[in-house]
């Protein structure tokens, strides 16, 4: 990128720790694009959303390593091995609150946080199953597994709850990282921290729903505050924000006007996973077997005609699943009695109206709820399902859309600006806080005698599908790492 010789990003890969789709999903084929783009050099930054890492090697080390024997070395990546992998314990917990109050005592000594390294070579497993596998082919293991990689030893929530705390007695702290081996560092959300000068952060900004839609998130006053906290931080010391769309880049100029000349927008790259395969429709009905809820009811008999409607998102408020229900409820009532709802959900917050909402159809086995689908196997469902339905309130970027567009599927989605740019004409829109607008968007395209116009919807979505293709997205990233790189 540059004559002096490479580009050096660090990139943050804690969102991949969790999760298959959205964020989680971003950060692996990002990793694994850039990790392919010439003259880059990329280190992936390995860091716990909760609990504090032991420290990896010195952050520069021949082969000596600082004197540490092979074994010892061996050793001492294990356990930070463990702890990535480690579920919450209170002595962890007193560990971290200790090594914050370290942390702010070295911030006002002008002190800053090594990154240390991970010597990945006897642990390339526990990365790809860890970090990659839920995103990535087989084919690529080796791609990003051999990848240099850091360690930020205290906690991403730690560094939160630091910057929170010292608001109260002045301005808040945010720990000084020392990424003075890096030219960029890529976060995948507004970072609690500060960078080196010899360092541009860069943050992937997917959306603004806790700042613009707080009342639709989980911990409402925690994250509200943090983000926005973060966020400001990330503007004022210089920041420049990479979008996911155009609607999330006008979100956070509304908020932050002067963030404007430092702003761009890159939308997501989608899996390769997803793609038209003409598969057998009696492979959806052992998916739903092999995945679903774990009290059910009845499910499809392989004899009877199966005949569904597909949502694929978290089980939240904002995710609009009661406006589906109140339509498809309809629906079967006075049109498509055998037509069935499959919700493919991870686990989300405030949702107990809704599960009241599901629970009566799913004892009846009319709403079928799926969880820990692979990619491959929501592909399949994606391309039987009568229509995919996308109701969201407000999203950064929606990927289930996409994902149908790829597999062959047809599109509903709200009319929100998001939807508009992303999904262009490859769908059919409603209203949002209309379920008889929905019920008429699910009619118009799963209608026999309109069948045309979903076979229209799906070809004009396969065109717009190839928008979000990684050999689609990945030039615009090397123009922006290219003047980035020019610009200091």
């Known amino acids: 990128m540059s004559a002096d010789g490479p580009l050096r990003i660090l990139f943050e890969l804690r969102p991949a720790l969790d999760g298959h789709a959205g964020i989680p999903q971003e950060t692996r084929l990002l990793f694994r694009g850039l990790s392919g783009v010439p003259n880059v050099r990329i280190a992936g930054l390995l860091q716990s959303s909760g609990r504090l890492l032991p420290a990896g090697d010195p952050p520069i080390s021949d082969k000596g390593a600082g004197g540490i024997a092979t074994d010892e070395r061996v050793e001492r990546m294990g356990r930070i091995v463990i702890a990535l992998d480690s579920p919450f314990s209170w002595r962890g917990a007193l560990n971290t609150v200790l090594h914050t109050i370290v942390m702010a005592l070295r911030w006002n000594m002008k002190g800053s946080e090594a990154l240390t390294r991970f010597e990945a070579g006897h642990f390339r497993d526990f990365l790809w199953h860890r970090l990659f596998a839920k995103t990535l082919p087989p084919e690529d293991f080796d791609a990003v597994t051999r990848q240099e990689f850091r360690i930020a030893r205290i906690p991403w929530s730690a560094l939160q709850i630091c910057a929170r705390f010292t608001k109260k007695f002045g301005p808040p702290i945010y720990a000084r990282l020392d990424t003075r081996d890096f030219d960029l560092m890529i976060a995948e959300t507004p970072y609690p921290a500060t960078v080196s000068r010899e360092t541009l952060l860069v943050v992937r900004y997917h959306d603004a729903i806790p ?27 210089g920041a420049w924000f990479v979008c996911v769309s155009d609607a999330t880049r006008r979100d956070l100029l509304s908020i932050f006007p002067e963030a404007e000349p430092r702003s761009v927008t890159i939308h997501n790259m989608v899996s390769h996973h997803f793609f038209p395969e003409k598969s057998q429709r009696e492979r959806v009905l052992e998916i739903i077997a092999g995945h679903a809820d774990e009290n059910p009811g009845p499910l499809p008999h392989p004899a009877a005609p199966f005949e569904y409607l597909l949502m694929v998102s978290s089980i939240e408020p904002r995710k609009n699943h009661l406006s ?65 339905i996308c109701p969201s309130f407000g999203e950064g970027f929606d990927f289930s859309g996409v994902e149908a567009m790829q597999s062959g599927g047809a599109v509903i989605a709200s009319d929100i600006p998001v939807h508009r740019e992303v999904y262009a ?19 118009a395209v799963i209608e026999n005698t309109k069948a045309g116009y979903r076979q229209d919807l799906v070809q004009r979505g396969a065109i717009v599908a190839r928008r979000y293709a990684p050999e689609a ?16």
């Open 324 to 388: 589906l229900i109140v339509a498809w409820e309809k629906l079967r009532i006075e049109r498509f009695p055998v037509l069935k709802l499959v919700v493919v959900a991870g686990a989300g917050w405030h949702n107990e109206v809704i599960m009241r909402k599901f629970r009566p159809w799913m004892e009846r086995g009319d709403l079928l709820l799926l969880k820990d689908v692979s990619s491959a196997n929501l592909r399949r469902l994606y391309e039987h399902a009568r229509a995919t």
């Open 211 to 237: 700042l613009m839609m707080p009342h639709t998130i989980s911990d409402r006053s925690y994250h509200h505050a943090t983000h926005y906290m973060t966020l400001r931080h990330n503007v004022r010391s």
């Open 425 to 443: 004409d490859a769908a059919e829109y409603f209203n949002p806080y209309s379920a008889e607008d929905l019920e008429r968007a699910i009619f």
């Open 473 to 488: 997205v990945l030039p615009q990233w090397e123009a922006f790492l290219r003047a980035r790189s020019a610009a200091r």
